[in-house]
């Protein structure tokens, strides 16, 4: 028999799934309105545009031209190519929202939350379809059509975008350069040399290093604890983790306060930041544009500088190895390689690679173990089971990756504060060698591809909740870590992060190092840190936050 209780609960839940659902569509059918309204009137918009060109401005120059004649002739050939571009984005790319005239989809992208903007969609169109950024780009959002494109035609889809922002630095739009940015044979060659060099430090050797600058961090961190004020962790935080890539890449370490690091630090913030901003959009959908003088375009020209003081500093360095050789690091290795290859790996080459393993090594894993410390001071209860955890298996030692599977709930909770923090949800884009198949969809050659791996990390139908900070979604029944397969924030296929096994031993053992010997809190009268994002570029650090920090003394510090 089925209790009153039972028979109201299962009502209200149906109604209540129902409620969602027309709420779903009644968003899905604003969103579709918005965008043909936006469409019709950004060409009205552009043929008033053109009755002011015929008006005023032709009749000025030449008399002898009538205007109204101009003003049709600009009528017709612009509505053919609206009716050419209407017609190319039906047939030749997946079904998408039409884009308007000059701006394209990009208004309506939430800046802060591309992933929510792409689910929106894919309730639409489903989860492989077409937005006018830059140029037409293919959305990839779900598992099974990110998997089919990175891996099943994973060498199809292996390109690179040849936007200005990214050629301005290699110099190469055919092939690029570096390792992130680099194509084809060159991008095969520089990744196998990374592997190679790499394959020296996984283990034993990644722990001690990752370890070594660990500690630096808790003694930094001691003499926070001392002064019980309230603390901005970004900076020890970023030292530590970017000592241990340039300790790997240059060979080099900085104190945290070191104005050459510090400076190196606020160009890197510019780049990462500077590039998804609308200045930069424009300057790569009409190139032109970074012909105009300089300061016109302010954000656009301080991505430059910033870029090319970055590149400046690390050819210093290569200047320096060239001189004092074998050093032990990659550049170093980089450089050894050059005399029997120098078709192969020139200066910039190099230069672009270190710059490469520099930024994707510290920003991503910096910006996550921020997020990290806002979601245990919003969650203290969290922070307890993992602290209790830490030293029922490492006690007053060090932690050890060995060991980390026997700390399931300090790994699920690594895992949601991925998950949550989603600190790429653009991810980089791809670019089609060959035409492909995604589905039922056809991918033309020479096409951009954005695999959207952030909206699956808040996808609903993968994650109940996805808003809720939850580590236990990542444990069984029994308590053991859950490997899922869709969680995948390192990317899949052959362009898949090169630094993962770095990023992973460096997240766990730091944040296993500081919760085992240090307790995170706040007091009452505290502000509570919000775990929003604030506006920065194409990884998405937190708002600043402060906290106090409690020397636990589970282990000596010096």
Not at 60 to 67: C, D, L, N
Not at 356 to 374: A, H, K, P, Q, S
Not at 410 to 435: G, M, Y
Request: proline share 6%; with cysteine.
């Amino acid at each position: 028999m089925i209790s009153t209780s039972q028979l109201i609960t299962a009502l209200l839940k149906d109604v209540i799934a129902k409620f969602k659902a027309q709420m779903q569509m009644s968003n899905s059918l604003y969103i579709q309105i918005r965008d043909w309204v936006a469409f019709v009137v950004s060409h009205h918009v552009i043929m008033a545009m053109y009755f002011v060109l015929s008006y005023l401005v032709i009749p000025y120059f030449v008399p002898s031209v009538f205007w109204e004649k101009c003003f049709i002739r600009f009528f017709i050939v612009h509505i053919f190519f609206v009716v050419f571009l209407q017609y190319q984005r039906v047939t030749k790319y997946p079904p998408g929202p039409p884009p308007m005239a000059i701006l394209g989809n990009s208004p309506f992208i939430n800046v802060l939350s591309p992933e929510k903007t792409f689910l929106e969609y894919r309730e639409i169109y489903g989860p492989v379809f077409t937005l006018h950024l830059s140029q037409p780009t293919v959305i990839l959002a779900d598992y099974k059509s990110i998997e089919e494109a990175l891996v099943a035609n994973g060498q199809k889809t292996s390109g690179r975008s040849s936007a200005e922002s990214f050629v301005l630095f290699t110099g190469d739009r055919q092939d690029g350069d570096g390792v992130i940015l680099a194509m084809r044979q060159k991008w095969k060659n520089m990744r196998q040399e990374i592997l190679r060099f790499m394959s020296k430090w996984y283990g034993k050797p990644m722990d001690e290093l990752v370890l070594h600058h660990t500690r630096s961090l808790e003694s930094e961190l001691v003499k926070m604890a001392e002064s019980k004020c309230l603390i901005d962790l970004r900076e020890p935080i970023s030292g530590a983790i970017a000592n241990v890539i340039q300790q790997i890449t240059i060979g080099r370490n900085y104190l945290y306060q070191d104005t050459e690091f510090q400076a190196q630090l606020k160009d890197i913030n510019a780049v990462v930041k500077e590039i998804m901003t609308a200045e930069v959009f424009f300057v790569n959908c009409y190139p032109f544009l970074r012909f105009l003088p300089e300061g016109i375009l302010r954000k656009w020209t301080n991505y430059k500088r910033s870029g090319f003081r970055l590149q400046q500093w690390f050819r210093t360095i290569l200047d320096e190895h060239h001189i004092n050789r074998h050093q032990g690091d990659f550049m170093s290795h980089m450089v050894d390689l050059q005399e029997s290859r120098p078709d192969e790996f020139n200066d910039l080459s190099i230069i672009l690679t270190c710059g490469d393993m520099w930024t994707g090594g510290m920003e991503t894993t910096t910006t996550t173990l921020r997020w990290g410390i806002i979601y245990l001071l919003n969650n203290p209860e969290v922070q307890t089971k993992c602290h209790d955890e830490l030293v029922k298996v490492f006690g007053t030692d060090e932690p050890e990756m060995s060991k980390m599977n026997q700390t399931p709930y300090v790994r699920a909770t690594l895992s949601e504060i991925q998950r949550l923090a989603n600190v790429l949800p653009w991810a980089i884009p791809h670019k089609t060698f060959e035409e492909c198949q995604v589905g039922e969809h056809t991918i033309p050659v020479n096409t951009e591809v954005i695999p959207a791996l952030g909206a699956l990390l808040c996808d609903p139908t993968l994650f109940e909740n996805p808003k809720e900070f939850k580590p236990e979604r990542f444990l069984d029944k029994e308590g053991k870590y859950y490997v899922m397969e869709e969680f995948r924030p390192f990317g899949m296929g052959p362009r898949v992060c090169l630094g993962e096994r770095v990023a992973r031993t460096e997240l766990y053992l730091i944040f296993a190092s500081l919760l085992q010997n240090f307790r995170f809190y706040l007091n009452r009268t505290d502000p509570i840190p919000v775990a929003e994002r604030i506006i920065g570029g194409i990884t998405a650090p937190p708002k600043p936050y402060s906290t106090r920090v409690e020397y636990l003394g589970q282990r000596v510090v010096y």
